[in-house]
């Protein structure tokens, strides 16, 4: 008895020294904390491509219970190239860079053409200014763009007044407003990141419908890796519907009354239920730069129809938004 209890206590010793060894290689050595910055290089181009890919079933019931529930299922996609050309780099302060759209795709299932707004990217610029922790300091022809682009969803004005056609501007803001925002939210910037260190933030949520909705975002620093094109870090997110959406976000279109054509202007007094998603990026930290993101998220929204039309109305809205590099060029 004495023996098989000595055994016991040797087998739970080493079982517990077997955790302690495998917690300790999971520690990052010195609880080192890595500087998360964004980096140009003078004469190197940096081309990304953008998908934007969203799908929205139309659920309705019979309000009394009796009738089957039908599901009206759409999708719309966008897909952009954006080239970034340092201008003028300033490793302490901030960098001028020129953005240009290089191509626009984008679909949709309505049997409808209507103007793509969105299109008439293509081959526009922008300047704007970053800071070395990925702050964007400068939004003015960011936003000019965006306003001009809102202009194009327009029909000519007619008597029936200003009518706005279906458009994906609220995709491209999404993913041009908020880059390197994974960066820019870390709250000391200069005292870098842990390993396992969360922070939040806020993006925003593109949908088919007039609406500003934000998600709420946490960051987590899940893993440091180091692979042949450089230190990379892991970074984890989490998305829940957020309660407010920052004024300072840009609105694309002019201001005064409008009507939106399509499903998703007949319908009316959206509210968000709920929203919950995930995302992953590669963050290259010698090159100060992303390799790649995903995003995906469902949201759920609830609305009515017009004309006093009594319907039991649900959308489930499932978004994916990816980003990664296609490549670095010499610009001379």
């Known amino acids: 008895?004495?023996?098989?209890?000595?055994?016991?206590?040797?087998?739970?010793?080493?079982?517990?020294?077997?955790?302690?060894?495998?917690?300790?290689?999971?520690?990052?050595?010195?609880?080192?904390?890595?500087?998360?910055?964004?980096?140009?290089?003078?004469?190197?181009?940096?081309?990304?491509?953008?998908?934007?890919?969203?799908?929205?079933?139309?659920?309705?019931k019979d309000p009394s219970g009796r009738g089957k529930e039908n599901i009206d299922k759409n999708y719309e996609t966008?897909?952009?190239?954006?080239?970034y050309t340092p201008l003028e780099i300033d490793p302490y302060g901030p960098t001028t860079v020129k953005a240009t759209c290089e191509s626009v795709i984008t679909k949709r299932n309505s049997t409808r053409p209507v103007p793509e707004a969105l299109r008439t990217l293509s081959g526009k610029s922008f300047t704007f200014t970053v800071?070395?922790?990925?702050?964007?300091?400068?939004?003015?022809?960011?936003?000019?763009?965006?306003?001009?682009?809102?202009?194009?969803?327009?029909?000519?004005?007619?008597?029936?007044g200003r009518i706005k056609w279906p458009d994906m501007i609220g995709d491209f803001i999404a993913t041009q407003w908020f880059l390197w925002d994974s960066v820019s939210s870390v709250p000391k910037p200069a005292e870098g990141v842990s390993l396992w260190q969360s922070w939040k933030s806020k993006l925003s949520v593109p949908t088919p419908m007039i609406m500003q909705q934000a998600r709420d975002?946490?960051?987590?620093?899940?893993?440091?890796?180091?692979?042949?094109?450089?230190?990379?870090?892991?970074?984890?997110?989490?998305?829940?519907?957020?309660?407010?959406?920052?004024?300072?976000?840009?609105m694309p279109y002019p201001d005064g009354t409008f009507q939106m054509s399509g499903k998703f202007g007949f319908y009316r007094n959206y509210r968000v239920l709920g929203l919950k998603g995930s995302?992953?990026?590669?963050?290259?930290?010698?090159?100060?730069?992303?390799?790649?993101?995903?995003?995906?998220?469902?949201?759920?929204?609830?609305?009515?129809?017009?004309?006093?039309?009594?319907?039991?109305?649900q959308m489930i809205v499932k978004q994916k938004l990816l980003m990664h590099l296609l490549q670095e060029q010499g610009t001379e």
């Open 1 to 60: 008895m004495r023996n098989s209890l000595i055994i016991l206590i040797a087998l739970v010793l080493s079982v517990l020294a077997g955790c302690e060894g495998a917690a300790k290689k999971k520690e990052p050595s010195g609880g080192r904390r890595e500087l998360l910055s964004v980096d140009f290089t003078e004469g190197q181009t940096l081309r990304y491509k953008f998908v934007s890919y969203r799908s929205i079933d139309i659920i309705t």
């Open 78 to 83: 966008a897909e952009m190239v954006f080239s």
């Open 131 to 160: 800071s070395p922790a990925g702050k964007i300091e400068d939004y003015s022809q960011l936003k000019r763009l965006i306003r001009e682009t809102g202009e194009k969803a327009f029909r000519p004005r007619s008597e029936r």
């Open 217 to 250: 975002v946490t960051y987590r620093l899940e893993d440091i890796r180091r692979e042949d094109k450089g230190l990379i870090a892991v970074i984890n997110s989490t998305f829940t519907a957020a309660e407010t959406t920052p004024r300072s976000w840009p």
């Open 279 to 313: 995302g992953e990026e590669l963050y290259n930290i010698d090159a100060g730069r992303t390799e790649k993101y995903k995003h995906e998220y469902e949201m759920r929204l609830k609305a009515s129809a017009p004309f006093g039309i009594s319907l039991d109305l």
